[in-house]
């Protein structure tokens, strides 16, 4: 029991220390603003001399993150785990953002968590436990991976969205007599979107002398897809055998078009079912944080036993097979 509190306190001290430290950032950047703006009036180049406390603070953010990352560079266990976020990287923007980085973002976050888990705490007059800091650093630390998820998904659903009215531009492009090329230029002047960008790789692709087959297979393994699969074997058939494009694609359009308006309608008819899934999902965990903040050592007798941890185990049990359940029961009424 000694030795918990030991780490308690040395990590509190820890944390006081990095507190302290971004504390003393803030006030050298405040320092910085308020010298700057006392020269503007005097500066021939007042625009370049303009600055914003927010641009100051993310560039000591982005330096700060790259020492976290150089540091970790040199673990080989971070060296693997950062290889997942390779795909989140978006190169057109031109960024200065390294696979590393993700990982380093998820640290600091882990230990923001648990700063704001011990200064809670402080407040309260309540020790910490090592349980308390094992959840709440996985929360901290899981967060980002959360946000990337949903950021993917969301990039998804618009790049599904936008795939019908590139469809429709490509379509219109070749009644007019255009070619491939010119159909892809098209749709990468039209559309500013995510879609648009890839498009645009695919034009750059193609005057630097690449085959079709080639790009659209590249643009099908970043767009990932599957109706792009179905477009670019069209076309790519169609390049080679010849045939009637606007026909085809005619066939495409509407094809795409009833598909869109039937997922649509069954989305319309599920998110009833979805809704009241997720609420009865979350609402265990939810009642069971509720009562954690009320008063955080309730749960205490739970962790001190052999029968504190068989409840537990009981009680996971019990919600695996809530969830079970409650999944069949709402697959069920959406059939239906």
Do not use: C, W
Request: charged share 25%; no cysteine.
């Amino acid at each position: 029991m000694n030795s918990h509190l030991v780490f308690v306190f040395i990590l509190e001290l820890v944390l006081i220390y990095l507190t302290a430290l971004v504390f003393y950032y803030l006030l050298l950047l405040r320092r910085k603003i308020k010298i700057t703006e006392r020269l503007n009036p005097f500066s021939v180049y007042k625009e370049q001399r303009e600055t914003k406390f927010f641009d100051d603070f993310f560039s000591v953010y982005d330096k700060f993150i790259k020492v976290i990352s150089k540091f970790l560079y040199k673990i080989k266990i971070f060296n693997n785990y950062s290889l997942k976020y390779q795909k989140y990287i978006k190169k057109e923007e031109n960024t200065n953002i390294d696979k590393m980085d993700f990982v380093s973002k998820k640290v600091l976050l882990m230990i923001v968590f648990i700063l704001i888990l011990v200064i809670f705490n402080m407040v309260k007059y309540q020790s910490i436990t090592i349980f308390q800091v094992i959840i709440t650093g996985l929360i901290g630390f899981y967060a980002l991976d959360i946000f990337l998820l949903s950021e993917a998904k969301l990039l998804k659903k618009e790049q599904e969205n936008d795939l019908l009215k590139a469809i429709t531009i490509m379509n219109n492009s070749f009644k007019s007599g255009h070619s491939i090329m010119q159909a892809i230029k098209l749709v990468s002047t039209e559309l500013d979107s995510p879609l648009g960008l890839e498009f645009k790789k695919m034009y750059v692709d193609l005057t630097y002398g690449l085959s079709l087959e080639v790009v659209f297979k590249r643009f099908e393994s970043r767009v990932k897809l599957d109706d792009v699969k179905y477009i670019t074997t069209s076309l790519t058939i169609l390049n080679e055998t010849g045939g009637d494009i606007v026909k085809v694609f005619e066939s495409v359009e509407k094809t795409f078009f009833n598909n869109r308006k039937l997922d649509d309608e069954l989305k319309n008819l599920t998110a009833a079912s979805k809704l009241l899934y997720y609420v009865l999902l979350f609402i265990p965990i939810v009642f069971v944080l509720f009562i954690y903040l009320l008063d955080s050592t309730y749960f205490n007798p739970l962790f001190t036993g052999g029968l504190g941890y068989l409840i537990i185990a009981l009680i996971l049990l019990l919600y695996i097979s809530y969830i079970v359940v409650i999944k069949k029961i709402m697959k069920v009424g959406m059939k239906i």
